[in-house]
């Protein structure tokens, strides 16, 4: 059954069987968290694959920039998504046009929206929301780093 995840120990079980994760609305901008999140996870072994219209043509994380999700074509865990409250409709749609549907959409802090993460659930999807995944990842104690 899908849900909204909230407590530590969903957030860990999803992070530990975790390997791949589609980041929307990634930045080239290290002070940003839709860098550095991505940057962190990818430094502790997760696969990343970028989503953005801004940085078409580029590699980050050793991957393509891609344009939307629905141009991912292999499967991807979780779909972190890094855009704030005038997330498009069209994004959810997305989602919903991935080959390779994921288990959870991940809703950083500032960007969750409850109207999306009611679709997602009812279409059978996890949702977090309003929550860092980088900082769940360290507070379950799985980095690799310590």
Known sequence: ?????????????????????????VCCDPACAAYYVPEYLYHEGFRIVPVSTKHLGMRMWGEPVRTT???IREPVDVVCIFRGAGLPHQLIDDVFAMKYRPSTVWFPPGTEHAQFGARLVAAGLDVVEDRCMAAEHKCAGLSVFG
């Open 1 to 25: 059954m899908s849900t909204h995840l909230h407590r530590a120990d969903q957030f860990k079980s999803l992070l530990a069987e975790t390997r791949t994760i589609a980041a929307v609305g």
């Open 69 to 71: 999700l629905a141009d």
